[in-house]
């Protein structure tokens, strides 16, 4: 199997210019390059740049993915939006995950290698797109992403059993965090586990009269900052204010999480998962298995009584059949004789049809493809 790698870089706060176009077309002659996108794959070589430099410089998210098990997203933020003391309660344990200063940026790297995928081609680049939401969800405050990261080193068994989650839970799982937990191959059980609990410890949109009350009593200098600001187009205002707003209202909106449940605890309760939905499985199996075997049943009734209409002549077709020394005449002869073992049976006749079926098999002795399709016959 030849070598597959797929880069993906988009730009979200800031488009390229035509000079960050030019510069990029220096490192690959065959990216798609637009005002906010750089595309590439190999199926051999390697890409002549370095993700990292290509983040710092122009970039706010980028995709990596190997198909010998590597994938890697990189998420860059405002430093001035990231509580990296938050961030770092849901890191202490894993080496997945990275945080990296880039100028008035922060960086978050996150990777894991070794996993299973089949080949995705021209599905690639669906993936960036499903995970892009990530980002807004981070600068709203949304932290879910990291505690999935933190599922990452359940897994690798780089967390005690006994310690507690960073959060009481990541529910209801939005459809970013489904795809993450999909690209970076995170056990399906576990992660319905954690999200079984509600993630929401404070309102996500505090009430429209709380926020007025908390701009209000901002500063004249605060706010002529923030519309200077706004003025000046600076990038995520909307994200800060809201930040901002949340802080303030932290101390009235916070509400206090349950008993948190501890990395053995949610293992147990995907271990329970998984035996549910395999008994589930098991059940449908087996229901769909008993219903086409009724409807097996069904038609062969039909066949046989067909049979029964026909009488000599079927034999008849039998030997025609037969005579045609290729596989669907002895695929046909073969279904009419098993047909004819269950009439046989029926009208009590099975010494006769015995007698019969073994001087077909003395007249095509010769026919070994064909007697092997009679082995059920036996």
Same mark, same amino acid.
Do not use: C
């Given at each position: 199997?030849?070598?597959?790698?797929?880069?993906?870089?988009?730009?979200?706060?800031?488009?390229?210019?035509?000079?960050?176009?030019?510069?990029?077309?220096?490192?690959?002659?065959?990216?798609?390059?637009?005002?906010?996108?750089?595309?590439?794959?190999?199926?051999?070589?390697?890409?002549?740049?370095?993700?990292?430099?290509?983040?710092?410089?122009?970039?706010?998210?980028?995709?990596?993915?190997?198909?010998?098990?590597?994938?890697?997203?990189?998420?860059?933020?405002?430093?001035?939006?990231?509580?990296?003391?938050?961030?770092?309660?849901?890191?202490?344990?894993?080496?997945?995950?990275?945080?990296?200063?880039?100028?008035?940026?922060?960086?978050?790297?996150?990777?894991?290698?070794?996993?299973?995928?089949?080949?995705?081609?021209?599905?690639?680049?669906?993936?960036?797109?499903?995970?892009?939401?990530?980002?807004?969800?981070?600068? %709203?405050? /949304? !932290?879910?992403?990291?505690?999935?990261?933190?599922?990452? +080193?359940? &897994?690798?068994?780089?967390? *005690?059993?006994? $310690?507690?989650?960073?959060?009481?839970?990541?529910?209801?799982?939005?459809?970013?965090?489904?795809?993450?937990?999909?690209?970076?191959?995170?056990?399906?059980?576990?992660?319905?586990?954690?999200?079984?609990?509600?993630?929401?410890?404070?309102?996500?949109?505090?009430?429209?009269?709380?926020?007025?009350?908390?701009?209000?009593?901002?500063?004249?200098?605060?706010?002529?900052?923030?519309?200077?600001?706004?003025?000046?187009?600076?990038?995520?205002?909307?994200?800060?204010?809201?930040?901002?707003?949340?802080?303030?209202?932290?101390?009235?909106?916070?509400?206090?999480?349950?008993?948190?449940?501890? %990395?053995? /605890? !949610?293992?147990?309760?995907?271990?329970?998962?998984?035996? +549910?939905? &395999?008994?589930?499985?098991? *059940?449908?199996? $087996?229901?769909?298995?008993?219903?086409?075997?009724?409807?097996?049943?069904?038609?062969?009734?039909?066949?046989?009584?067909?049979?029964?209409?026909?009488?000599?002549?079927?034999?008849?077709?039998?030997?025609?059949?037969?005579?045609?020394?290729?596989?669907?005449?002895?695929?046909?002869?073969?279904?009419?004789?098993?047909?004819?073992?269950?009439?046989?049976?029926?009208?009590?006749?099975?010494?006769?049809?015995?007698?019969?079926?073994?001087?077909?098999?003395?007249?095509?002795?010769?026919?070994?493809?064909?007697?092997?399709?009679?082995?059920?016959?036996?």
């Amino acid at each position: 199997m030849s070598e597959y790698q797929y880069y993906e870089f988009q730009a979200i706060d800031r488009p390229l210019s035509n000079a960050d176009r030019q510069a990029l077309r220096g490192l690959s002659s065959r990216a798609r390059i637009t005002a906010t996108s750089f595309t590439n794959s190999y199926e051999w070589g390697d890409f002549k740049g370095d993700p990292d430099e290509l983040m710092a410089r122009w970039f706010d998210l980028h995709l990596y993915f190997a198909n010998w098990g590597s994938r890697r997203l990189m998420i860059r933020l405002p430093a001035r939006l990231v509580d990296r003391d938050r961030i770092g309660t849901f890191l202490a344990a894993t080496d997945d995950v990275m945080l990296e200063d880039a100028g008035e940026n922060v960086i978050v790297s996150i990777s894991r290698d070794e996993l299973e995928f089949e080949y995705f081609d021209d599905e690639d680049s669906s993936w960036l797109l499903a995970l892009a939401p990530l980002r807004a969800d981070l600068l %709203a405050g /949304d !932290l879910r992403l990291f505690y999935l990261t933190w599922l990452m +080193a359940v &897994e690798a068994e780089a967390i *005690e059993s006994d $310690e507690p989650e960073p959060m009481p839970g990541i529910g209801p799982l939005t459809e970013a965090l489904e795809a993450f937990a999909a690209f970076f191959g995170i056990d399906h059980d576990l992660v319905q586990a954690a999200a079984e609990r509600n993630a929401a410890i404070a309102p996500a949109d505090p009430a429209p009269e709380m926020v007025r009350r908390v701009v209000a009593a901002m500063s004249d200098a605060e706010k002529t900052d923030l519309l200077m600001r706004v003025f000046n187009g600076e990038p995520n205002m909307s994200a800060e204010l809201r930040a901002t707003v949340r802080t303030r209202l932290e101390p009235e909106t916070t509400i206090s999480p349950g008993a948190l449940r501890t %990395a053995a /605890d !949610l293992q147990a309760r995907a271990e329970d998962i998984r035996l +549910a939905r &395999e008994r589930a499985e098991a *059940e449908l199996a $087996e229901a769909q298995r008993r219903l086409q075997a009724e409807e097996a049943e069904k038609a062969q009734d039909v066949r046989v009584e067909a049979l029964r209409q026909r009488g000599e002549t079927v034999w008849e077709e039998v030997e025609t059949e037969i005579m045609r020394r290729n596989p669907a005449g002895y695929d046909k002869a073969a279904a009419l004789l098993s047909d004819l073992s269950v009439l046989a049976e029926r009208k009590g006749n099975t010494e006769e049809f015995r007698r019969r079926l073994q001087s077909i098999r003395e007249r095509h002795a010769g026919k070994g493809r064909f007697l092997e399709r009679l082995a059920t016959l036996e």
